[in-house]
Nanobody, 116 residues
Framework: EVQLQAFGGGLVQAGGSLRLSCEAS????????VGWFRQAPGKEREGVSC????????YYADSVKGRFTISRDNAKNTVYLQMNSLKPEDTAVYYC?????????WGQGTLVTVSS
């Protein structure tokens, strides 16, 4: 069974940093790209960042480029999202996700709140 567990969220002041982690199990982690998404109150879920499994290439939404860094540790089946220079508009529930066998799997989400 594919499982994703995201954690590391919390309350931080604007300009601060947080590191989110996503621990995966139930599939061959090395073989899949993993993404981070977020959903702010009253808004649709949006893609934040993604990291490939093979070449390590990374992708970022324009709104987080230069501030967020995604990385993965295949030995730990974990993907990280380092978030620096946080802004109030980064406030959202953050989810990690993977597509395995044509199905999308989501972690339970972790809440990030950035105060001004």
């Amino acid at each position: 069974e594919v499982q994703l567990q995201a954690f590391g969220g919390g309350l931080v002041q604007a300009g601060g940093s947080l590191r989110l982690s996503c621990e995966a199990s139930g599939f061959s982690f090395d073989d899949y790209a993993v993404g981070w998404f977020r959903q702010a109150p009253g808004k649709e879920r949006e893609g934040v960042s993604c990291i490939n499994n093979d070449d390590g290439n990374t992708y970022y939404a324009d709104s987080v480029k230069g501030r967020f860094t995604i990385s993965r540790d295949n030995a730990k089946n974990t993907v990280y999202l380092q978030m620096n220079s946080l802004k109030p508009e980064d406030t959202a529930v953050y989810y990690c996700s993977v597509r395995v066998g044509g199905a999308d799997y989501w972690g339970q989400g972790t809440l990030v709140t950035v105060s001004s």
